[in-house]
Nanobody, 121 residues
């Protein structure tokens, strides 16, 4: 599976952005798709994940209630709707695919190139 993320950009605090991750190749129903982010000088951190088969979702506490992860099986895409954005959400966002749900980036074995999200105050 190859992943391609898109949708990043510059937005003011309080605004919204929608990230999309297009996957080429088959995604098994047991797979988990995740979003991670990395801010300058910080380690990459978990944002959200979704089980491809059941659609069960998981969120980091810092984004719960503001971000929504979803998947479109027909289009083979995973999206991250980000609302009420804050300057601290500024980071490079990556989509990833793994065989198990985890909040650890090393558990994911397929990664897309990142997309920059910048939130101005």
């Amino acid at each position: 599976v190859q992943l391609q993320a898109s949708g990043g950009g510059l937005v003011q605090a309080g605004g919204s952005l929608r990230l999309s991750c297009a996957a080429s190749g088959r995604i098994f129903s047991s797979a988990v798709m995740g979003w991670f982010r990395q801010a300058p000088g910080k380690e990459r951190e978990f944002v959200a994940a979704i089980r491809w088969g059941t659609g069960a979702t998981y969120y980091a506490d810092s984004v719960k209630g503001r971000f929504t992860i979803s998947r479109d099986k027909a289009e083979n895409t995973v999206s991250l709707q980000m609302n009420s954005l804050k300057p601290e959400d500024t980071a490079v966002y990556y989509c990833a695919a793994g065989r198990y749900y985890s909040r650890e980036d090393y558990e994911y074995d397929r990664w897309g190139l990142g997309t920059q999200v910048t939130v101005s105050s």
